[in-house]
Structure formats: C-alpha cells, structure tokens
C-alpha cells in the first residue's frame, strides 16, 4: 500500500484537521508534515496528517502559535498525539467547529476553521447525513 493511501485510509478519507471529506472537495488532499520537513520532521506514516489543501497553506511549518491573549506560546493540535473529540467539538448546527481546549482554540483560529468555504460545505453536507462524521 502506498504512504498515500495509508494515510488516507488512516483518516477515513477527510481533513484531520477541519473533518471535511476529499470527496467532495474540488481539490487533491495533501500529506501534510505535522512536524514541519525544514524542523527534521519525517516523510512516514506517524508524521503525516491527511490534509485539505485551506488547512495545509494555513498552517504551513507551524507547530505552535503566540497567543496574545494568554500570552504563551500554544502548540498546536497534533493529528496523532492528540483526540480530536477532546479538542474540538461541532456547535450545535453543526457548521462551526468550537474549541474545547486551548490548543484547540489557537488551531481553530491559525488554520481558520471555520472559514466560509467549510461552513458552506458542512451544511451541504449535513442534508446528505455525511456530516458531521460519525
Ligand atoms: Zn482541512
């Protein structure tokens, strides 16, 4: 099997970071290097993130963030060290993406999202049941 498809696989087919499935998106998903290759990140299966291509650009060789309003640096959440449900939740129509921590709160914010081409998505995705993900 391909690094790709492993990958791919692994996520169920969607973005680890905003949940929204490759197959309805317009574009190729990316393998993302969550350790970023120019910090010695690893091109293998537990450094890859399965990612669409808004959530890759946004985040680029980020791993964390200088929140003003904590005034620390916040790492930012790790596909495969971290539980998505712990960090992230849907809000109740299920278009925006709400933080349950603070990691989740500098993620959601850096990568933004809940930008308007997801919410779009989401909902149209919530009229086939295909979102949120089970
Ligand atoms: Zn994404």
Known sequence: MSLRRAVAERA???????QCP?????TTYCLE?????AAGGA???????FACQGCNGF????????????????RLFHPRRDRWTRHFAWN??????????LVARVTITTLKLNRPALRN??????QSMIHPPA
């Open 92 to 101: 109740e129509n299920g278009l925006d993406m709400v933080p349950k921590t």
């Open 33 to 37: 290097h969550i350790e970023p290759l």
């Open 43 to 49: 091109t293998n299966l537990e450094n890859l993130a």
């Open 12 to 18: 169920h087919g969607r973005c680890e970071y905003c």
């Open 59 to 74: 985040k680029g060789d980020k791993t964390a963030i200088w929140d003003v309003a904590s005034r620390q640096a916040v």
């Open 22 to 26: 490759e197959a309805y998106s317009s």
């Open 121 to 126: 998505l989401r909902g149209i995705l919530m």
